[in-house]
């Protein structure tokens, strides 16, 4: 079993920045692939970023050239740097670990809660 708590959610003007964390516990993920999915009401749920085992990292369309995913294995966390923040990122994040990095949701194993983050116009 993972758990998985994130953190660093909350409302910023557009064109602003956030630092998403998602810390893990219960076993290493440093064997394992972390990700960020997005869910904005009435929507599904969007891959936003992963990075593998071996820290490849991959991004959904929307959010290429402006997040960047990182990790910290000593820490066994991962984070989300969200820059250039538009309205149309409004959701509630969410963190995953999955043996390997993948755009489909439902192959994820384990997640977190959530955290919103609102980018106001």
């Known amino acids: 079993q993972v758990q998985l708590v994130e953190s660093g959610g909350g409302l910023v003007q557009a064109g602003g920045s956030l630092r998403l964390a998602c810390a893990a516990s219960?076993?290493?993920?440093?064997?394992?692939?972390m990700g960020w999915f997005r869910q904005a009401p009435g929507k599904e749920r969007e891959f936003v970023a992963g990075?593998?085992?071996?820290?490849?990292?991959y991004y959904g369309d929307s959010v290429k050239g402006r997040f960047t995913i990182s990790r910290d294995n000593a820490k066994n966390t991962v984070y989300l740097q969200m820059n250039g923040l538009k309205p149309e990122d409004t959701a509630v994040y969410y963190c995953?670990?999955?043996?390997?990095?993948?755009?489909?949701?439902?192959?994820?194993?384990?997640w977190g809660q959530g955290t919103q983050v609102t980018v106001s116009s």
């Open positions: 995953a670990v999955n043996p390997v990095v993948s755009s489909l949701s439902r192959t994820w194993d384990y």
């Open positions: 219960g076993r290493t993920t440093s064997s394992l692939a």
């Open positions: 990075i593998s085992r071996s820290a490849n990292t």
